[in-house]
């Protein structure tokens, strides 16, 4: 009996042993498995990781994204306003006044602030150099408490303007809050100024002119040209027929020698006032352009020239002097 109970504790010690090492493997292989399928769901990650970048850059879009917001801010914290011209007719002014600066306007104007009005002021600065007070007119616009931007019909083409925006007490007191820059409109037509001249040069003159009779670039210039031109204008070859006839010698006819210089010298005057004003050059009336300009071209001869102008309002009230003194001397 004993022997036997030897013989059967061997044979389980041996069957545990196997059972151990079967269980072994199999976790082992079960590990092996799993490591296979974690490393097969990274590749695919991966994969469709490098897909996906055929399309876009992740890291570009982010770049992007921090360059570009997506919405802009409703203030940027600062009192102002900025005027633009859109046509010859009208200007868009924008604006922004922080909530401080109402603030300390509230507690310096008491209850006269809350029956205020919210203005645009519009200032005619054409040809001025404004400082608040110069303005050749003004008009005002009321806008709503919730505005903060607006388009103004000037009613004139081709004028400057400034705009401030502010509250209009009901004294009449105007409280300038913010100042705009200042813009001018263009003009709704062709320009009126036609006292520039414009002048060809003799040379190019000679060559385009001998060009359009086909002598080619290399033509001619110079007085020998010209008297040649005017020897031919006068015995009638370019108005005949046969105008190829020009590239034919033309017999030269001895001339006295003349060598001569003329300098002659221009002075123009131009200026701006009201469109109604009355306006003298030298004590002489002068027309006004409808915008108030205008301009006069004088000779000027050596010695000193005085040449006052003079403007008047259209109610006669206030006159104004403004006297150029002009020297030339010719040597």
């Not at 310096?108 to 608040?132: E, M, P």
């Not at 027929?241 to 006295?256: D, F, M, Q, Y």
């Not at 306006?279 to 010695?303: E, H, M, N």
């Amino acid at each position: 009996m004993a022997i036997l109970r030897k013989i059967k504790e061997k044979l389980e010690e041996m069957a545990q042993k196997k059972k151990s090492k079967i269980t072994k493997e199999t976790q082992k292989a079960k590990g092996k498995e799993i490591a296979r399928e974690e490393k097969r769901q990274a590749l695919g990650v991966q994969e469709t990781v490098v897909e996906k970048t055929k399309f876009y850059t992740p890291e570009a879009t982010r770049r992007v994204s921090r360059m570009m917001p997506q919405d802009l801010p409703a203030g940027y914290g600062q009192d102002k306003i900025v005027l633009q011209a859109r046509d010859p007719w009208w200007i868009h002014a924008y604006w922004e006044v922080t909530t401080g600066a109402f603030d300390r306007l509230r507690e310096q104007l008491g209850n006269a602030f809350f029956s205020a009005k919210r203005v645009l002021r519009v200032y005619d600065v054409s040809h001025t150099i404004f400082n608040g007070t110069n303005a050749h007119r003004f008009f005002d616009i009321e806008v709503t408490p919730s505005a903060n931007n607006w388009y103004i019909n000037t009613g004139g083409p081709g004028r400057s303007w400034c705009v401030d925006f502010g509250l209009l007490l009901s004294d009449n007191r105007f409280i300038v809050i913010v100042r705009s820059n200042t813009v001018t409109t263009p003009l709704e037509g062709p320009s009126w100024i036609t006292d520039e001249e414009w002048m060809v040069p003799e040379e190019m003159f000679a060559r385009l002119y001998g060009m359009g009779f086909g002598l080619g670039r290399s033509s001619p210039v110079g007085k020998a040209w010209q008297e040649r031109i005017k020897g031919e204008l006068f015995s009638g070859i370019l108005a005949s027929p046969g105008i190829t006839s020009l590239a034919s010698p033309v017999k030269k006819i001895p001339r006295e020698r003349k060598f001569w210089l003329v300098v002659n010298t221009e002075l123009i005057v131009y200026g701006a006032t009201e469109p109604d004003a009355k306006v003298t050059v030298q004590g002489r009336p002068i027309k006004l352009r409808p915008d108030g300009t205008f301009s006069l071209r004088f000779a000027l001869p050596d010695g000193k020239q005085v040449i006052p102008v003079q403007a008047t309002s259209s109610d006669e009230v206030e006159t104004r002097t403004i006297t150029p003194i002009v020297t030339k001397e010719t040597k």
